[in-house]
């Protein structure tokens, strides 16, 4: 998932320098400042740049501006400034740019617990700068809706969790995957009563169970536990995950088969494939121990991870930009590779280089994926039935395809499920396309509550009316990612309100259905507010 809102800060535009990777802006260096400290005062030279008599004012702005990090790197191309030593702490030899990608980088919630042998060895991983470790940081936040309200459209349950980090549950319960200490389904969202005074950042949700991840980065589970949790095989209540203790975690994913975590270094951990050794280390059934992902990304941070069928996508920041990366099972062509075999090791997506096209989010349906860029273009790639991938046929694509049917919309969000595809365009409109079973494209027509859709199958990208008809700016689509379960969806707006259709028959829409209803066609608002 990922954060369609922008910052709403503007970016310094330099229309002479074309964007290029960050370490590829070389300086030159030059002699120090000699004033050391910050203050507003002093006498400038006839012919000096006026700011430079004052740095600490230019770093302020900088810092108050929260510039990209690009920007930063094209201001220390344009200007000796920007560039030369500050003679400022924590680092006299830092440049201005750096220090401000540093004080950015000292406001993000899981680099401020960090102590300074963790910063620098994440500074390294990153590529020796501080404005790569502040693009990596936002990449992470951009795409995972970190620290944000959040709804997760899961199979057959669902949950939500509000700005303040507090989580609701609802929906089928058989093996207590709602936390709440039952096995009773939930027809309206309930909050998880024992993780109070515990900050929920980021929510998955699998077939019964599902994982949480706090702001200390501790990992809590329930339900069909499978993924390191003492005790039984059923937990009815958050417990948190013993193996993964040492471990800052800041995302979790749940496939089929497997789960896997991201920690906050950008390291990529898995549990439970068992003996098909798909994820490059070799395990029993019985192991519940998290295992790092062994391979090509071992050395290169992940700021986002996405699971679907038996296979996993790994989001990588680069100095040299965004890529893409899978591993696991290639059937419908899903792992993007031009064939159909399986990956045990991961491994890069060579056409996003062809495309020319820097990926910003990536979603992992059941049998299909899905990439946006940073230009807002979308691709899509897998087993291609009903449409999903938006290319007008059923067709599989065994590596990333452009979606020429939103060549017109910029894009800044994706989200996949089994055989279905959601769009998210900069200014608020919602696109569906593939299986519209259970209504969950959300194309009935306005005030039709009858039972099924009219859609059945969609194959090209269609705009979401209903949900224009709100009035709010959507910035976040969830749906059921599973074969097994008739699918919901969630569409989040800005302003914090959550709305559902679909699949109802369990409660998991958090709607109460009149008798013989078993699913919503139209968007209709969840009494909880996420703001």
């Not at 996003?352 to 940073?374: D, E, S």
């Not at 700016?473 to 569409?491: D, G, K």
Request: proline share 5%.
């Amino acid at each position: 998932m990922m954060d369609a809102t922008t910052s709403g800060t503007p970016t310094i535009q330099y229309h002479n320098i074309p964007d290029q990777p960050i370490t590829a802006i070389i300086a030159t260096p030059l002699p120090t400042f000699q004033r050391q400290q910050r203050h507003c005062f002093g006498d400038s030279t006839p012919g000096e740049f006026p700011l430079s008599a004052n740095p600490s004012i230019v770093l302020h702005v900088l810092t108050a501006c929260n510039l990209d990090p690009q920007d930063l790197a094209k201001l220390e191309a344009t200007c000796s400034f920007f560039r030369q030593p500050a003679n400022f702490a924590p680092d006299s030899d830092l440049s201005l740019s750096e220090l401000a990608a540093l004080d950015m980088c000292q406001k993000r919630a899981i680099f401020k617990p960090m102590t300074t042998e963790q910063r620098q060895d994440l500074k390294l991983r990153c590529g020796g700068s501080w404005k790569l470790v502040l693009r990596y940081l936002m990449a992470g936040e951009a795409c995972c809706r970190r620290e944000k309200s959040q709804a997760i459209a899961g199979p057959g349950h669902s949950i939500a969790v509000t700005s303040k980090g507090i989580v609701y549950s609802f929906g089928s319960n058989s093996s207590g995957q709602l936390g709440h200490g039952t096995t009773e389904e939930e027809w309206r969202p309930r909050p998880i009563r024992t993780l109070q005074g515990i900050r929920i950042i980021q929510a998955a949700a699998g077939a019964g169970r599902t994982m949480l991840v706090s702001d200390s980065g501790q990992v809590y589970a329930f339900g069909e536990a499978e993924y390191g949790v003492q005790g039984s095989k059923t937990v009815a209540a958050p417990q948190i995950v013993e193996s993964l203790k040492n471990i800052f975690v800041v995302q979790a994913a749940i496939g089929n088969f497997f789960t896997a975590v991201l920690s906050r270094e950008g390291r990529v951990y898995t549990f439970s494939w068992g003996s098909d050794e798909k994820l490059g280390h070799h395990t029993d059934q019985s192991d519940v121990e998290p295992h790092p992902l062994l391979g090509a990304l071992e050395n290169i941070p992940v700021v986002q991870i996405a699971a679907g069928y038996c296979y996993l996508l790994c989001l990588a920041c680069q100095p040299s930009g965004m890529s893409v990366y899978s591993v696991g099972c290639g059937l419908g062509g899903k792992l993007g590779h031009g064939s159909r075999t399986d990956e045990e090791y991961p491994r890069l997506i060579e056409q996003f280089g062809l495309l020319n096209l820097q990926p910003m989010v990536v979603a992992a349906g059941a049998w299909h994926a899905a990439v946006v860029g940073r230009d807002g273009r979308v691709c899509t790639w897998g087993w291609g039935r009903y449409g999903c991938l938006g290319h007008g046929n059923e067709e599989c694509e065994s590596v990333p395809k452009v979606v020429e049917a939103l060549s017109n919309v910029k894009a800044v969000h994706v989200a996949t499920g089994d055989y279905t595809t959601f769009v998210v365009s900069d200014d608020g409109d919602v696109y569906s396309f593939g299986c519209g079973q259970s209504a969950s494209l959300g194309h009935n027509a306005a005030g039709n509550d009858e039972q099924g859709n009219r859609h059945a199958k969609v194959l090209d990208p269609e705009l979401v009316t209903s949900l224009k008809q709100i009035n709010e700016r959507v910035v976040q689509i969830s749906l059921t990612n599973c074969n097994y379960w008739n699918a919901h969806t969630f569409a989040l707006t800005e302003s914090g309100k959550l709305y559902a259709f679909g699949a109802g028959d369990k409660g998991q829409l958090g709607i109460e259905l009149v008798a013989n209803q078993t699913e919503r066609g139209n968007p209709e608002r969840v009494e909880i507010d996420l703001g």
